[in-house]
């Protein structure tokens, strides 16, 4: 009976406190992209861009409307650059030096280097090329 007590006790200080999530809208969020093709042996990646008002959730620190941002990069493949079938991901990050860690990162794994030969040709798309804008998420 002991335990019953401590475990309702425990469920309603959780609800109580409300681990509810909050969205809010950050002043910088720093994000690039990347493309590539299962047909291809290029890879794209944007510069690391500082999008001012895109929207935050504190609970799953992710960026809201990820899907949004990497559509507008598949449209700019797809219309700009005739290339349809280019899958697109956003990377992203709350501060600048996390997002170029990222960057590095992503860019070490397709750059070949003298122990390893990489079957990779790595391609950048320019901020005056292409630009994220932000997403408004705050009706949602």
């Known amino acids: 009976m002991k335990y019953y007590r401590y ?6 200080f959780c609800v109580a406190i409300g681990a509810e999530a909050k969205r ?3 002043p910088h969020m720093y994000i690039f992209g990347f493309a590539a093709s299962f047909t291809d042996s290029v890879v794209y990646m944007t510069e690391i861009q500082d999008v001012q008002g895109a929207w ?4 799953s620190k992710f960026l ?3 899907d949004n941002y990497s559509l507008q990069l598949k449209d700019h493949f797809k ?7 280019r899958v697109c991901m956003v990377f ?3 501060s600048m030096k996390k997002a170029e860690k990222k960057y ?4 070490k794994k397709y750059l070949s280097d003298k122990k390893r030969t990489s079957s990779y040709e790595v391609r950048y798309v320019t901020s005056q090329e292409f630009k994220f804008e932000p997403i408004d998420m705050s009706e949602e």
């Open 7 to 12: 475990i309702l006790m425990t469920l309603l």
């Open 24 to 26: 809010i809208q950050t």
């Open 56 to 59: 935050y959730d504190t609970k």
């Open 64 to 66: 809201l409307g990820r």
């Open 79 to 85: 219309e700009k650059l005739q290339m349809p079938d």
């Open 92 to 94: 992203f990050a709350k």
């Open 104 to 107: 590095l990162k992503l860019r």
